[in-house]
């Protein structure tokens, strides 16, 4: 397991931008599939977007998909996701995790709100 903090989060007016980071620790962290979830009070979490370690594929769920990118820095040990276009409805506490390639998420970080407002 990998240790991971989150850091960007915040308040940001409908239309605007956000950038989340995610710092992991360890010396294996380009080993790791890395994920953003998100939950909004009242709602199960949901995933927004993984990326994976090696070749960097990218997948993201459709409610984000043209608005939020996936990016990391194996060099830095960090994953970020950036967040444009914000709408109310992005309004969650976001989390940061990883698993291995054949395995399931197992590390997550502590999360970070985001709040968007109308």
């Known amino acids: 397991q990998v240790q991971l903090v989150e850091s960007g989060g915040g308040l940001v007016q409908a239309g605007g931008s956000l950038r989340l980071s995610c710092s992991a620790s360890?010396?294996?962290?380009?080993?790791?599939?890395m994920g953003w979830f998100r939950q909004a009070p009242g709602k199960e979490r949901e995933f927004v977007a993984s990326?994976?370690?090696?070749?960097?594929?990218?997948n993201y769920a459709n409610s984000v998909k043209g608005r939020f990118t996936i990016s990391r820095d194996n060099a830095k040990n960090t994953v970020y996701l950036q967040m444009n276009s914000l709408k109310p409805e992005d309004t969650a506490v976001y989390y940061c995790?990883?698993?291995?390639?054949?395995?399931?998420?197992?590390?997550w970080g502590q999360g970070t709100q985001v709040t968007v407002s109308s």
């Open positions: 360890g010396r294996t962290f380009s080993s790791y599939v």
């Open positions: 995790a990883a698993r291995l390639p054949s395995g399931s998420y197992n590390s």
């Open positions: 990326i994976s370690g090696s070749s960097g594929y990218r």
